[in-house]
T-cell receptor
């Protein structure tokens, strides 16, 4: 089955530690996105990538980094510079045609120890 | 992107049609209407989208008024598994990709 796989489902980070969240898709989608969701709130865009080896900052990129070395993969690193990393992180992908919908993975919940 | 307004909550009896309204009175001509839903602790699920014509797929129907200032998502035979938060989003097709999720409508399907 085609889809978007995020791992791990739950992740715990110690203070001062970097962690990497995985996002893989087998939908042959060109564009991939990372969002953050806080309790009771909407999604906020962290980074997005429309093609391999290129990515753009979203609204809240500070404290995060990404790479896009393969079409299928778009990992997100939460660095120690992100002072409030506890949140639900969602990865999405879409065909790079302007009205096409984004499809989401099931998310990774990050907590600070 | 245009702002949307949805009722905070709705109830629906199992087996009946659920009609979820969305107001987008400031929508412009090149903005699409998208519907997603999110079940607790899961990622949003795409349901349907449209520009100006009514649309139907295996999950739902989308009815957009002629002036495009409002729309209705119809789940024809609601089940308990349709209990979720439903989001109506308006987005310009040329937008770089950001989806703006508002507060949505919490639909509770009751037996």
């Amino acid at each position: 089955d085609g889809g978007i796989t995020q791992s791990p489902k739950y992740l715990f980070r110690k203070e001062g530690q970097n962690v990497t969240l995985s996002c893989e898709q087998n939908l042959n989608h060109d564009a991939m996105y990372w969002y953050r969701q806080d309790p009771g709130q909407g999604l906020r865009l962290i980074y997005y990538s429309q093609i391999v080896n290129d990515f753009q900052k979203g609204d809240i990129a500070e404290g995060y980094s990404v790479s896009r070395e393969k079409k299928e993969s778009f990992p997100l690193t939460v660095t120690s510079a992100q002072k409030n990393p506890t949140a639900f992180y969602l990865c999405a992908s879409s065909i790079f045609q302007k009205n096409q919908p984004q499809h989401f993975g099931d998310g990774t919940r990050l907590s600070i120890l | 992107d245009a702002k949307t307004t949805q009722p905070p909550s709705m109830d629906c009896a199992e087996g009946r049609a659920a009609n979820l309204p969305c107001n987008h009175s400031t929508i412009s001509g090149n903005e699409y209407v998208y519907w997603y839903r999110q079940i607790h602790s899961q990622g949003p699920q795409y349901i349907i989208h449209g520009l100006k014509n009514n649309e139907t797929n295996e999950m739902a129907s989308l009815i957009i008024t002629e002036d495009r200032k409002s729309s209705t998502l119809i789940l024809p035979h609601a089940t308990l598994r349709d209990t979720a938060v439903y989001y109506c989003i308006v987005r310009v097709a040329s937008n770089t990709g950001k989806l703006i999720f508002g507060q949505g409508t919490t639909l509770q399907v009751k037996p």
